[in-house]
């Protein structure tokens, strides 16, 4: 089935070459970080977490949420996802490999990758967050191909891999549930240190992902003759109202805890990122507008004509998906290091480098995203209007 995605119009090839042109000039930057090191971005010893982690721990929440497509349609045999649940199998494919890029690209000797293979370490949250997503990358190609496989044979998908669709669904909880525990389980860290953060980790995936699957689905009927269906888009965006919701609810109880207790490493970073702290604040700004971004999609998403009007929902989408980038992509992270134990404030921001590295990273994954629909719309071309077999 692959060389259907090398078939396509001049637009198509187009596309193609931008993404690989971005993702070209970011490799030549990345031999520069490899030659110089670390020092070429915006990270130090104060803040040693930075644009490239921020973006791997937002990436793990868009792989995650492929599984609030497949618990209805497989589990439940909720048939209006017959069509889109390959598109979010895929998704979750595209980003696994997005964040596995960026730990690689954080690594200042990437060699050193390999030691989680050759001196495995139980005890440490981190090697089992490397199995979780290795896992998860699998699973999702093994599922989604053979699914689609099965489809353009049309006939039913073999029974092996039901229990693999099965065994996805609690990997898929575990990958992000996992990720989170890497911040909680830092006692040096208050502004992680929680036991709701695996929660909103899920809540903020559960709500960014499925929106950008709005916005790909409703695309994809735009430039193609492939249909997702508007009943399941629609149903995707209960999730996301739902998802947002107790995302922004467990946000509330965070700053509740830490402003009625009054907990100091907590609050300060809450006065730095919304506030600024010692005359510091260069993320107030984006932390702003990452709430009023999100109040304005639980206000648009709260109506269910809003959401029945694809064009306010694509907005409304857009909204939701920048706000949790910021916040999760980018507050979360930095938020935690900034002040230091030792109540000092050094700002982060990335520099130059550093953003054509990670802009390079997200055009790989668009180029795999592009070329893994291509096949997926391919063949639900070739099928027809009617719902797939699986």
């Known amino acids: 089935m692959f060389e259907k995605a090398l078939q396509g119009r001049p637009k198509y090839w187009l596309w193609i070459l931008f993404l690989l042109g971005i993702t070209g000039a970011g490799f030549l930057v990345y031999l520069q970080q490899l030659k110089i090191g670390l020092g070429i971005t915006g990270m130090s010893r104060d803040v040693s977490w930075g644009f490239y982690i921020s973006q791997f721990t937002f990436l793990v929440g868009v792989a995650a949420s492929a599984v609030m497509l497949v618990i209805p349609y497989y589990l439940h045999d909720y048939k209006k996802f017959s069509k889109i649940v390959i598109l979010g199998e895929f998704l979750a494919v595209s980003a696994v490999l997005m964040c596995i890029l960026f730990i690689f690209v954080d690594m200042g000797q990437p060699m050193r990758?390999?030691?989680?293979?050759?001196?495995?370490?139980?005890?440490?949250?981190?090697?089992?967050?490397?199995?979780?997503?290795?896992?998860?990358?699998?699973?999702?190609?093994?599922?989604?191909?053979?699914?689609?496989?099965?489809?353009?044979?049309?006939?039913?998908?073999?029974?092996?891999?039901?229990?693999?669709?099965?065994?996805?669904?609690?990997?898929?909880?575990?990958?992000?549930?996992?990720?989170?525990?890497?911040?909680?389980?830092?006692?040096?860290?208050?502004?992680?240190?929680?036991?709701?953060?695996?929660?909103?980790?899920?809540?903020?995936?559960?709500?960014?992902?499925?929106?950008?699957?709005?916005?790909?689905?409703?695309?994809?009927?735009?430039?193609?003759?492939?249909?997702?269906?508007?009943e399941a888009i629609q149903a995707i965006a209960k999730i996301v109202a739902y998802a947002m919701y107790a995302n922004f609810f467990f946000f509330l109880l965070e700053v509740f805890t830490a402003l009625y207790s009054n907990i100091p490493g907590h609050m300060a970073?809450?006065?730095?990122?919304?506030?600024?702290?010692?005359?510091?604040?260069?993320?107030?700004?984006?932390?702003?507008?990452?709430?009023?971004?999100?109040i304005f999609a639980l206000a648009m998403l709260v109506f269910p004509s809003v959401r029945a009007n694809e064009t306010t929902l694509a907005i409304t989408c857009v909204a939701v998906f920048i706000s949790l980038w910021i916040d999760k992509g980018f507050g979360l992270v930095i938020g935690g290091f900034v002040p230091n134990p030792f109540e000092r404030v050094t700002e982060y921001w990335p520099t130059l480098p550093e953003t054509v590295i990670s802009v390079a990273v997200w055009a790989f994954g668009f180029l795999v995203l592009t070329m893994l629909y291509k096949v997926a719309v391919s063949v639900r071309e070739a099928q027809g209007p009617g719902e797939s077999l699986h």
């Open 113 to 230: 990758i390999f030691n989680v293979l050759l001196h495995p370490t139980p005890n440490s949250i981190l090697f089992w967050d490397s199995v979780v997503l290795t896992g998860y990358l699998i699973l999702n190609i093994v599922i989604g191909w053979t699914t689609l496989e099965a489809d353009r044979k049309e006939v039913p998908p073999p029974q092996w891999v039901k229990p693999l669709i099965y065994l996805s669904v609690p990997w898929a909880v575990s990958i992000h549930t996992v990720t989170a525990f890497i911040y909680a389980g830092l006692p040096g860290r208050p502004f992680w240190m929680t036991a709701i953060m695996a929660a909103r980790f899920l809540a903020s995936a559960f709500a960014s992902g499925p929106a950008f699957l709005i916005i790909l689905a409703l695309l994809i009927r735009k430039l193609t003759k492939f249909d997702p269906g508007k």
């Open 269 to 294: 970073s809450f006065q730095y990122l919304f506030a600024g702290l010692d005359g510091h604040g260069k993320l107030v700004p984006l932390m702003w507008l990452s709430v009023i971004l999100a």
